[in-house]
């Protein structure tokens, strides 16, 4: 695909403002994270309370985000964002007077954790309902697919941004540079011009409530089998194939022996795999199950790949493409998601989504963890990848089935090709050669009638009688009457040129069928069988 097409999203002026904004944010957002780790680390020197409090912003997720969701169909989404992004701005500047003054110390850290964590589970499912409609239907895989490549870039800026302000005059600077970033935020926000959005319903119902509440979303959502496979296989992979902060430091301080140093680089090569993923989500012009399914039968394959590399290099090698397959399934999910869901129930639909990231991270990173350190790292990954392969398969098949069979058909058309002709027509042949077992007994006793003679015959040779040939309905094989004989295929059991076997098989009205090529999958039927149109059938 050309260039333009992989940022699509980016024709549109909402969304182009937007990214821009979303992008300083993310920024802000990941030196602030930094920053928090720092301290808190730098205050206690203990890696448990610094994961305490990367606990208590995700903790909130798992209860608020479906209220959110309410909020984002039932409410207005601009008001809501402004409030949001006001609150985030005064959090964080509450994180640098801390830092700066020490006043409230840790409880403070945590407290403002928490609170973070609460605003943005409510923020998420409004975000997300008002980003997806800057852009048609036709553009939103490509702007969830940008979106992907924004937070990827605005990580890895923030990250390596935070790290130097942080080793020069501390993280009360990173707090403060969040504070602002979100000014940006309100700036697009009252930037977007309401006539250009694109919605399922025209941009002044917004404000409309939309039917019931929470539990419409959940009741909305059971009746939507589709969806549900997409996020349990959402679930599974997250859990079992994405939690990669913890099987990365296992195998580094492990078999590795990558130590600090390779920990790092395995984390840059998975930060840069983010990026190439969410590029060629971006070039995707569509993003379909089957793009999920191949994805996610990727990422497992190349994750038990990964437990069996021997160095730091080829982990990383592997790790690569596996961090882009991880991108590509987020993108594909939230795209069918918001695509095959009702508009008025996207925000809850959304919320679902997150609520389902926040599970899978909660569940799957202390089951890794348990299994790397009674296991080993590398069973871990082997174990972990068979079973999320299983779990895409079993997918695939349900999303088949629910999707009337498409994957049957699709393999009917590319059989049908001309490019599937020669084994086809390999098929046809085996099906003349290879007869039944109990017709192939007829055949023998047949052939051994006409080769053993009756005694006193002499050398003299036996008149040839004809038998009666059986009456055959169109479509079947004589084989499956009451009756038939072997007579009724002359020359059963023998193997003969497929030329001799259609000459034999074929009625004389049946004739001007044989001189056309045999390529169609009408050749695959039974070859006793008159062809379409005989006037004898």
Not at 183 to 196: P, T
Not at 392 to 419: I, K, M, S
Request: hydrophobic share 55%; charged share 10%; with cysteine.
């Amino acid at each position: 695909m050309a260039l333009g097409a992989t940022f699509a999203a980016l024709r549109h002026r909402n969304y182009r403002i937007w990214a821009a904004a979303g992008f300083v944010s993310v920024i802000g957002t990941w030196m602030q994270v930094l920053g928090v780790n720092w301290y808190v680390l730098a205050k206690t020197g203990s890696a448990t309370s610094m994961g305490f409090t990367v606990l208590l912003q995700a903790l909130p997720t798992l209860v608020l985000s479906v209220w959110g969701g309410a909020l984002a169909d039932r409410l207005p989404a601009k008001p809501l964002l402004i409030g949001a992004q006001g609150a985030h701005a005064l959090l964080a500047a509450g994180l640098a007077v801390v830092a700066v003054t020490g006043v409230g110390g840790l409880p403070a850290i945590f407290a403002i954790s928490l609170a973070t964590g609460a605003v943005s589970a409510i923020e998420g499912p409004v975000m997300g309902r008002w980003a997806s409609s800057l852009v048609d239907r036709e553009s939103l895989g490509n702007a969830l697919a940008l979106g992907s490549l924004t937070n990827s870039a605005g990580r890895i800026l923030g990250m390596s941004l935070g790290a130097v302000v942080v080793a020069a005059v501390g993280p009360a600077l990173l707090f403060a540079a969040n504070s602002v970033s979100f000014v940006a935020v309100v700036v697009a926000l009252f930037a977007v011009r309401e006539g250009e959005r694109h919605a399922g319903q025209p941009a002044a119902a917004d404000a409309a409530p939309a039917d019931g509440g929470i539990r419409a979303g959940f009741r909305y959502l059971l009746r939507q089998p589709v969806v549900l496979v997409a996020l349990a296989l959402s679930f599974v992979l997250g859990s079992l194939g994405r939690n990669y902060q913890v099987t990365m430091a296992a195998m580094s301080d492990g078999p590795l022996h990558g130590g600090a140093s390779g920990y790092g680089l395995l984390s840059t090569v998975f930060a840069v795999g983010t990026v190439l993923g969410a590029l060629f989500a971006a070039r995707r012009a569509e993003l379909g199950y089957a793009v999920l399914v191949g994805a996610g039968l990727l990422a497992s394959g190349l994750q038990i790949v990964a437990g069996l590399a021997p160095g730091t290099l080829s982990f990383a090698a592997v790790i690569l493409p596996v961090a882009a397959a991880a991108v590509v399934i987020d993108t594909t999910v939230g795209a069918r998601a918001q695509l095959d869901t009702d508009y008025a129930m996207r925000g809850r639909v959304l919320a679902a989504l997150a609520v389902t990231g926040s599970v899978s991270a909660a569940v799957g990173a202390p089951l890794l963890g348990w299994l790397s350190e009674h296991a080993g790292p590398r069973q871990t990954l082997v174990l972990a990848g068979m079973i999320t392969a299983v779990a895409t398969a079993a997918a695939g098949v349900a999303l088949d089935r629910l999707r009337e069979r498409r994957l049957a058909h699709r393999l009917t058309r590319v059989l049908a090709a001309p490019a599937a002709r020669p084994a086809r027509r390999v098929a046809a042949t085996a099906a003349r050669v290879v007869r039944p077992a109990g017709a192939g007994l007829a055949a023998a006793t047949a052939a051994t009638a006409r080769v053993v003679r009756p005694a006193g015959a002499g050398l003299a040779a036996l008149p040839a009688v004809a038998a009666p040939r059986p009456t055959v309905l169109a479509g079947a094989s004589p084989v499956a009457l009451p009756g038939a004989t072997a007579a009724a295929r002359p020359g059963a059991g023998r193997l003969r040129s497929s030329r001799a076997a259609r000459a034999a098989q074929d009625c004389a009205a049946c004739a001007p069928h044989r001189g056309r090529r045999r390529s169609r999958w009408s050749a695959l039927r039974s070859p006793y069988a008159h062809r379409d149109g005989c006037p004898a059938a």
